[in-house]
């Protein structure tokens, strides 16, 4: 089977780890479908540009085209890196996308496809930044009855992250 992308990478949200529940159900996913998995440590980086950073130097020596699979903050930093990378779609979930102070920072310029999974109980990024950058874009967006970690929801994530990479090819 031929694919469009060659490996998923992972970014992991503020407050969480490289390994976390959420990462490790689905990088199985994806090593399911045969797809190389890279997720990228930021622990100890709290400035999102700098992971930014961190993640286009990953992701520059990796095998492209890639899919970019983020979480909270990370969700941002995929989104920021899509376009550098060129970036064959994105899983993003509870992105941290118009957050006071940083609205100016959420990315604009994505052209691949995204998907976005959201809680509505989220009191750390509310549901609806995640809907309003998924109406700007036409992204995918599945609002799921759950809190910002969605860790109660990774079953379902999971089956929405296989569908997804089956959509792509």
Same mark, same amino acid.
């Given at each position: ?16 780890? $490289? ?5 490790? *159900? @689905? ?37 492209? $085209? ?17 376009? $550098? @990378? ?7 979930? *509870? ?48 609002? @799921? ?25």
């Amino acid at each position: 089977m031929q694919r469009s992308f060659h490996t998923v990478v992972f970014s992991h949200g503020k407050e969480s780890g $490289p390994w976390g529940s959420k990462i490790t *159900a @689905l990088a199985a996913v994806a090593r399911e479908r045969g797809t190389a998995v890279e997720s990228v440590d930021y622990q100890g980086i709290e400035d999102a540009r700098v992971r930014v950073e961190k993640l286009l130097a990953v992701g520059r020596g990796l095998r492209g $085209p890639l899919v970019l699979v983020g979480s909270s903050m990370g969700g941002h930093v995929s989104a920021a890196a899509a376009a $550098p @990378l060129g970036a064959r779609a994105l899983f993003l979930m *509870a992105p941290a996308f118009y957050m006071p102070g940083f609205e100016a920072h959420t990315p604009r310029d994505v052209s691949c496809p995204a998907t976005i999974v959201h809680g509505w109980n989220d009191d750390i990024v509310p549901v609806a930044n995640s809907i309003r950058w998924a109406g700007e874009r036409r992204a995918a967006l599945h609002v @799921l009855d759950s809190d910002h970690r969605l860790n109660d929801r990774i079953g379902e994530i999971a089956v929405l992250f296989r569908e997804f990479l089956i959509a792509l090819g």
